[in-house]
């Protein structure tokens, strides 16, 4: 699988009720831990005071990604996404074989 560094932002359309908000948040919780653990979602980061997710997701290619990974996630209809393809660095201390 290609690996890939996703930004999320979600905003919630104003009207919304709480309710819904805490429903689709709850069902997002269980989404991202199916997703982890087929192997989808490797990483996930909210940076300080935001509001935003930065992760390191997993897929065969950026349109299963969008399409049948971050697309089936119960807050994606409230999502932005910017997804960018990666790839191992040669000087990457975490690479397996590196010194």
């Known amino acids: 699988m290609k690996e ?34 087929a192997g989808h979602l490797v990483r996930l980061w909210r940076p300080v005071g935001e509001l935003r997710s930065i992760g390191l997701w997993r897929a065969a290619d950026e349109d299963e990604l969008r399409e049948k990974v971050i697309g089936t996630l119960p807050l994606r209809p409230w999502m932005t996404a910017v997804v960018t393809a990666v790839q191992p660095h040669p000087n990457d201390p975490g690479r397996p074989g590196a010194a």
């Open 4 to 37: 890939f560094l996703v930004e999320l932002t979600t905003t919630v359309p104003e009207g919304t009720e709480p309710a819904e908000v805490d429903r689709r948040r709850a069902a997002e919780a269980v989404r991202a831990k199916e997703l982890a653990t």
